[in-house]
Each structure stands twice: as C-alpha cells, then as structure tokens.
C-alpha cells in the first residue's frame, strides 16, 4: 500500500455532489425497467451512474450493461447479504461507498441512480443515502396494495404505479389505485406507467428533471 | 470493559458487516455446515485462526494509536499504519478474503470518523484508505476511548458473530441455539482476548495463524455464480 493517498470520504452535507435518486419496490415491479429508461431518457443531458442491489447474482447490473444505456463502468453491483431492505436503510454503509466510489471515478456527476433489490412494502431508502426516493409498484400486486400502505407507499418521493397494460388481465382497477394512493399520500405525486408500452417514461423522467434542476439550484448550506 | 464497545460490537453497527458470512454461505453451500455441531466447529476453528489473527491486530493497532512510535515520515504520533496494514496483509493469504476485509474495513473506518472523530482515524484513511478490517477495529476502539485489550474481544467477537448469523440465516437454524453456541464461545473469547501482548512486541510476533480451508472457501465464493453475502 503506497501512503498519502487522497482522503475521499465525502463530508455528510452533500455539497457539491451528485442528487442520490434511490428506487425501490417489491420484487419484479419494474425498477430496473424505470432505471434503464431513465438512463436512455436522462444520460445525454446528465452525467450519470447507478448502483444495484441484486438479492442473488448481478443480474440487474448485468441487464444495465447489456441494455447499453448507459457505459458499463459507472454501473456498480452491491451484494446485500440476505437483507435487501437493511443494504437501503439500517446499514446503509456499502451503498453509500460505491455510489462515493462512482462520484470519486467519474465525478463531478448529476445523479446517481440507487436500485433496491426487490422487497417488502416496508423497504425505504434512508436518507442518509438516497436524497429523493421512487417507489415502484406494479398494477398485477392487485389494486389493493396502495390502501395498504406502508412506508414505501407513503413516504416515498414519487410513488410509480407500473404495468398498466396488465390492468385489464389481472382485473385492477387504476382507478381505485389512484384514490387510495392519494388517501395515503396527500399532496405526494403518483405517477401510472406502461414501461413495457412507453419506454420514455415522459412523466417519470420530467418528474426527475425537476427534482435535478432543485437539486443543483439549493442554497449552499441545505444539506 | 469501556461501553463504547457495545456499539462497535452491536451487528446494527452501520458499517456492512450484515452483508458478510465469513466463509460460512460457501461452508453451508459445500455441505461442511450443515447443522448446529458443524456450525460450532466451524466457529471454534475461525475463532481460533484468522480470528486469532484479528484479535492481535486490533490490539497492536489500537495499543499504536496510543503509543508514540511513530512512523518514520509523519508528523509525531501518527501510527505506522503502512506497516501494520501489510503485516496484517501479510498474514491473509487469499485475495477474496483481503479484499473482505478492507471493504469491511474501510467501511468501519468510515463510521467510525463520523462517530468519533479522532487524528489517529484521519492519518490512517490518508495512509490506508482501505485499512484491513482488523486494523480500522483497532483504531476506531481508540477513537471510542477503548483499551486494545477491549479492541481484542470486539475482534474475537466479530469474528464468530457474522458466520453465525449467516448460517442461522441460511440454514433456517434455531436462532436461540446459534446464540447458545455463541455463548459457549465466552470463555474462548476471554481467552484470545487476554492472549494480546503489549505495544512493545515486535510486528513479526503478532500471531499468524492460518486456516487453509476458510482460504479455499473465500476463494471459491469469490467464484460462484449465485451468491447472497459478499464474502
Ligand atoms: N407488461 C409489462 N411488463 C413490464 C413492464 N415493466 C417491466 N415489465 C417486465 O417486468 C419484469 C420485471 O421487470 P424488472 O424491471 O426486472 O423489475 P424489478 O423491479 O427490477 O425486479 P427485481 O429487481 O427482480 O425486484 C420484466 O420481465 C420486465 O420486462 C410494463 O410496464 N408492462
Ligand atoms: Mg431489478
């Protein structure tokens, strides 16, 4: 090991770095479907990485690389050890070191994309991580998921109800999603998406775009 | 025993360790773990092994943040953190399990400076920014006001505590015979834990204990195809 090198643990105020978008939700929801969509709508305006928490294998990040949205290098697999849910919020201490190790190899960057392995309605980002967090739900859970609530469902930044193509197969009535989600989630935006159907994502990604421009306008000393 | 050990021991600790098993996700997967008597023979032999490697390395080190050796280059009282790191490095003969242990030990190191801020932490993440995770123990129970004798068990600690919760995990064990497994390790622990010698000892006496299998085990998991744990 040589000596001296730079010291590159970040100072926790999060000035003059990239805005950590986390994305969350139960299991094959389509978070790693909204992540390529953001990365092919997003990453010719925005310098970009992404971090994946895969429960098993490197499959998301794999997928990411392949899909060829963004270059491979600034995606990063974090291993979680059983507990998703624990990599995104009680220890958060992996995630935090590759999205620094991404910020520190490729930086300055805008964003950077943190995805959950798929998990429980309780799985949220803390916010020692993740700045502004997606939550994505998908329509064929049944129409009943956002009356149950949880955290994810209503704290959560954004809450994306994905695969509405399915509604009509598996009898989910969007409808009763969009009232009981408002229920929960009072001013909290809801977003309905067909990735498979739209692959821009025009809304979510916008909904991003905003949040980027707050991001990099916020007064020096906000955290 | 100074309190602070508590948190630096506590498995809610924010500093990755849930995401390692030690050896024990590919020992559960090869067969040779498979129920609580192999389990405990698993934890005595890593105990006894590279934890016995640990619990001297996080003693020297924390005894060296108190000592005034210093290193030859640096400013007066700045342990010999190069030295230390690559007689710790020295000791690990497996590539997966030194790149286990400085991410576990990088990651400590970067709880540790938030938690309790110190010198002794700044100089070492400007030397070894990825300290062995025996080392970052070591330090950090300085930084906390702990003595490297407390250092010792929370390494000796550490060293079962993972692979046990993982292979309760893994194996859908009895969670409350896993922690009475744990319990029969106590006087173990105290032993290794009084083992460590004072900041006078030579660098090349420091134990180097060995444990071929975990080796070959850290080796093969750095391999496989489908893995849940880091290491
Ligand atoms: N019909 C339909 N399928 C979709 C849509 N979005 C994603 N999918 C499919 O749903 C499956 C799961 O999508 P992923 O993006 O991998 O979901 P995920 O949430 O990342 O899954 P995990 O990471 O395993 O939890 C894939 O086969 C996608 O092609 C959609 O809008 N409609
Ligand atoms: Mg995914």
Known sequence: ?223 | MHPALLLLTDSRLPAGGHAHSGGAEQAVASGAVHDLPSLSAFLRGRLHTSGRVATAFAAACCAACGAARAAPDAPPGTPPWTGLDAEADARTASPAQRAASRIQGRLLLRVARRVWPAPALDSLALAVPDPHHPVALGAAAHAAGASPGDAALAAAYHAVTGPATAAARLLGLDPVEVHRLLADLAPDLKELASLVSGPETAWAELSAHSAPALDLLAERHARAAVRLFVS
């Open chain 1, 1 to 223: 090991m040589s000596a001296h090198h730079d010291d590159h643990h970040h100072a926790p105020d999060g000035h003059g770095r990239a805005l950590r978008l986390g994305v969350g939700g139960p299991v094959g929801s389509g978070k790693t479907a909204l992540v390529a969509a953001l990365c092919r709508v997003l990453g010719p305006s925005t310098r970009l990485g992404v971090v994946t928490n895969d429960i098993y294998t490197t499959e998301d990040a794999d997928f990411l690389r392949a899909a060829g949205v963004l270059d491979g290098e600034r995606i990063l697999a974090v291993e979680t050890g059983c507990c998703p849910h624990t990599a995104i919020r009680d220890d958060i201490a992996a995630n935090l070191d590759a999205v620094e190790t991404l910020e520190h190899r490729f930086g300055p960057l805008d964003l950077v994309i943190v995805e959950s392995g798929g998990d429980n309605l309780t799985a949220t980002f803390s916010r020692g991580l993740a700045d502004r967090q997606i939550f994505v739900l998908d329509v064929s859970g049944g129409d009943k998921v956002p009356r149950k609530g949880g955290p994810g469902v209503t704290t959560a930044d954004l809450l994306v109800v994905n695969k509405t193509d399915l509604a009509p197969m598996v009898g989910a009535d969007l409808g009763v999603m969009a009232r009981d989600a408002a229920a929960v989630r009072g001013d909290r935006p809801v977003l309905f998406t067909s990735i498979r159907r739209e692959p821009e994502v025009a809304k979510v990604a916008a909904w991003v775009s905003v949040q980027l421009r707050a991001w990099s306008e916020r007064p020096v000393s906000a955290g």
